[in-house]
Nanobody, 115 residues
Framework: QVQVVESGGGLVQSGGSLSLSCTASGTIFNIADMGWYRQAPGKQRELVASVTRGGNTNYADSVKGRFTISRDNAKNTVSLQMNSLKPEDTAVYYC?????????WGRGTQVTVSS
């Protein structure tokens, strides 16, 4: 049984910062890829950022230069530091981990950026 739980969402003003964290729990070892996705009203879920076990990162063009993804392999956590937030960043943010070729998703955390 693998559980994925996000935390850190909330309300922030435009230009502000917010940090999200995700923890995978259960008897699990050597998680492969980890990533953050988001879904805004009226839009499909999209990749925000991902990081491989080896530390290679990938970012959506819309967040590159503003967001930073990082992971702690020993703690099975992945974080997303979000700076210079914009109203268009408002969405439910989901954490995904890949373990034994299977995708596990968190239930999401709401991020709201006010103008």
């Amino acid at each position: 049984q693998v559980q994925v739980v996000e935390s850190g969402g909330g309300l922030v003003q435009s230009g502000g910062s917010l940090s999200l964290s995700c923890t995978a729990s259960g008897t699990i070892f050597n998680i492969a890829d980890m990533g953050w996705y988001r879904q805004a009203p009226g839009k499909q879920r999209e990749l925000v950022a991902s990081v491989t076990r080896g530390g290679n990162t990938n970012y959506a063009d819309s967040v590159k230069g503003r967001f930073t993804i990082s992971r702690d392999n020993a703690k099975n956590t992945v974080s997303l530091q979000m700076n210079s937030l914009k109203p268009e960043d408002t969405a439910v943010y989901y954490c995904k981990i890949v373990y034994h070729t299977y995708d596990y998703w968190g239930r999401g955390t709401q991020v709201t950026v006010s103008s």
